[in-house]
């Protein structure tokens, strides 16, 4: 990477750290270091939401699943305008209410203890995981491209979240949130107007739109009523809206953003903000996505993306094999640029040609795929414990490849703000919940402010070095993004039953609800481990089952 870059790269996440630290140290108390002081405006609200939910895997992994499989994965996204709502009306006035610190702390006003413990601990194991994987996912790709120490990476990521998070707490993470979402934004809008600039000068825009349309890449809505299918229009706005409600309306490191704001009225506008901006932003970053899945049918491209894949095969066994595929690689992109350009002139004069033209290009879109598939053989004959999907190094591989200097810099100072930001408000949200729910609530000993606000931010340095520890240890899923909200929607469903149990049905007491909630997690992680349905669905479904388990218990504890 040349220098210039280098130098872009550590001034602008330099100045993130450094400015952080030094506009927010020197918290007075625990309601300053875990509340902000209250001070926060919506749109700062909003702005911190959205870098919460908006990780390195985000940028790393969209564009590819755009790349691979079209615009379909927005579909996810539809249920978050929905709970924005929902938890507007219902939640925030009651945690504004109560000035509670965490969401749990309601469950032991509404249930017990132990209920409260139970869920916050809930949180802890499946946030906790999720902090060292939102470490992992841009250190593993950017180790893999750049060639540096994956561990380096880990603790370098690591290490810069934790100077500024433990020092400034939820303010900290707040005021370099909105720096992070400015060089996110700066950074994906000038990636999306240079992938067009570098299109054939026959092929503007809307040529390539049409070409993407040909390929099956702008297939936005599935209304089918497929359970097998994983991203549907239904999936996306029923089960989308159980994982947005349990995520925005019961995990710490989203509430926490909120209860930040001056008032109830500022939390409603900073919720309403992201649900109205969020569709359009995951809308504009698979459309990246297209864009380069459009620029790679007039540029030649690897037959995996993945450097480490390319390396197994040299010296193997397959290696010739794998040479003769690319050369078969190399004759069907040839034909694809011409057959591209000629189905783009074909619909600029109307001609009657151009159907013909999409079906050649769909029957050279398949053989490419076959192609891919069969060098993914010869990957895994070449060396096993190799990673062949090849997802989350699309969008790596044309940045590197294809931006000028510089550019190439702040491109990757866009995956590292968005990996910081994320683990930031992971780290902010494990130290209040530890702090708050287990250590202070269950310490018989009276202590003073001073205190707790030490023991936050002990908490808050022990929960970075265990997110450093699970990113060191942690392997390559079959979609980073995807893995995470598998990871959410394991633990969302039941954690937001009991919520929705607390809220509107007060004839459930606390035993049945706590002993609901145990029975549904080992019924959802059975039902995850033996794919009874795609991931999504299970947000609803162990909502449903605790809220229906609980109500049977206390039926039959009535009756007795």
């Known amino acids: ?50 870098a919460t939910q908006a990780s390195a895997i985000t940028f790393l992994s969209t564009p590819g699943q755009a790349f691979h499989s079209g615009m379909g994965f927005v579909q996810f996204y539809l249920g978050v305008p929905v709970a924005m709502v929902i938890i507007s009306m219902v ?112 092929i503007g825009f809307s040529n390539a739109l049409e070409i993407a349309g040909a390929n099956g890449k702008l297939e936005v809505l599935d209304f089918s009523f497929d359970f097998e299918n994983r991203y549907t229009f239904w999936s996306g706005l029923i089960g989308g809206s159980f994982l947005a409600l349990s995520y925005f309306g019961t995990d710490q490191s989203q509430v926490q953003r909120y209860l930040s704001a ?7 506008m900073g919720l309403i903000f992201n649900g109205l901006l969020k569709v359009p932003m995951q809308f504009f970053i698979l459309l990246v996505g297209v864009m380069v899945f459009i620029f790679y049918q007039f540029n030649p491209t690897p037959l995996n993306f993945n450097p480490a894949a390319e390396a197994a095969i040299e010296n193997s066994s397959v290696e010739q094999e794998y040479k003769d595929l690319q050369q078969e690689l190399t004759n069907n992109e040839a034909e694809k640029a011409k057959t591209s ?29 076959s192609i891919r598939e069969a060098a993914n053989s010869l990957i895994n004959k070449a060396d096993p414990d190799i990673e062949t999907n090849d997802k989350d190094y699309v969008f790596i591989h044309f940045i590197l490849n294809n931006l000028p200097r510089g550019l190439i810099g702040l491109l990757l100072a866009v995956i590292l703000s968005a990996a910081m930001s994320s683990t930031a408000s992971e780290l902010n949200s494990l130290a209040s919940t530890t702090a708050m729910d287990l250590y202070k609530r269950n310490n ?65 007491k606390s035993k049945a609800t706590f002993t609901a909630a145990i029975i549904t997690q080992a019924i959802v992680v059975s039902g995850w481990w033996q794919e009874w349905m795609p991931y999504l669905w299970l947000n609803l479904f162990g909502c449903a089952l605790v809220m229906g388990i609980a109500l049977l218990l206390q039926s039959f504890e009535n009756k007795n």
């Open 1 to 50: 990477m040349h220098y210039l870059d280098l130098i872009v790269l550590f001034s602008t996440l330099g100045f993130i750290v450094i400015y952080g630290y030094y506009q927010t140290r020197g918290s007075k108390n625990v309601s300053d270091y875990l509340k902000g002081g209250n001070q926060a405006k919506w749109y700062t609200v909003g702005l911190s939401v959205m």
């Open 341 to 369: 350009l000629a189905f783009a002139e074909a619909k600029k004069a109307n001609n009657e040609n151009a159907e013909q033209l999409k079906t050649q290009l769909v029957n050279l879109e398949t053989e490419n795929k």
């Open 91 to 202: 939640f925030i006035p009651i945690y504004h209410r109560l000035k509670v610190y965490t969401a749990y702390e309601y469950l032991e006003d509404r249930f017990d203890l132990k209920t409260r413990t139970l869920t916050a601990i809930l949180f802890l194991v499946q946030r906790g995981v999720a902090a060292g994987i939102t470490i992992f996912a841009p250190a593993i790709v950017l180790s893999a491209v750049l060639g540096w120490e994956l561990a380096t990476l880990n603790i370098l990521i690591g290490v810069l979240v934790i100077i500024y998070t433990v020092s400034g707490g939820t303010k900290a993470v707040s005021l370099t949130q909105k720096q992070q979402m400015a060089v996110i934004f700066v950074g994906m809008l000038t990636a999306f107007f240079l992938i067009t600039s570098y299109l054939p000068d026959e």
């Open 262 to 268: 001056s008032s109830v009225r500022e939390s409603q």
């Open 444 to 508: 018989k000993t009276e202590h003073s402010e001073k205190h707790y606000l030490n023991a936050s931010k002990l908490f808050t340095l022990a929960w970075g070095i265990f997110a450093i520890g699970v990113a060191s240890v942690a392997n390559l899923f079959d979609n980073l993004i995807q893995l995470v909200n598998i990871i959410g929607s394991i633990f969302y469903g039941n954690v937001l039953g009991i919520f929705l149990l607390g809220f509107f049905v007060k004839y459930v």
